[in-house]
């Protein structure tokens, strides 16, 4: 069984920058066809898709956010990281982590972390 947990400051001001860690456990962040993804849901909004970094370590980010984002990873901790900065308001969110897979034709997120609550405030 894999799972994922967030850890973070649940408070961050703005022009800070906030850092995300997704450990996971049950499996590597290295196999091969997942990516490790940061997707957020503002209050009131939808999801909306951050951005993901592949078993690879190619990154990915959505293009409204590209500017301000950062994903790594530590393998020998199997965990992956989320940087933002500067952090807006705006980014107030929960934030979760989730294992996508892409693998011919199948494809989607199996598995999500609880999510954590980031406000953005000073």
């Known amino acids: 069984q894999v799972q994922l947990q967030e850890s973070g ?3 961050v001001k703005p ?11 049950g499996g590597s962040i290295t196999s091969n066809y ?3 993804s940061w997707i957020r849901q503002s209050p009131g909004k939808g999801l909306e898709w951050i951005g993901a970094i592949g078993y690879s370590a190619n ?7 590209k500017s301000r ?9 199997n965990q992956f990281t989320l940087q933002v900065s500067p952090v807006i308001p705006e980014d107030t969110a929960v934030y979760f982590c989730a294992r996508r897979i892409v693998a011919g034709r199948v494809h989607g997120y199996d598995y999500w972390g609880q999510g ?3 406000t953005v405030s000073s």
Do not use: A, E, F, N
Not at 15 to 25: A, E, I, K, M, R
């Open 34 to 36: 997942y990516y490790w």
């Open 69 to 77: 984002t950062s994903i790594s990873r530590d393998t020998s901790k």
């Open 9 to 11: 400051p649940g408070l």
């Open 15 to 25: 022009s800070q920058t906030l850092s995300l860690t997704c450990t996971v456990s």
């Open 116 to 118: 954590t609550l980031v």
């Open 59 to 65: 990154t990915y980010y959505s293009p409204s956010l």
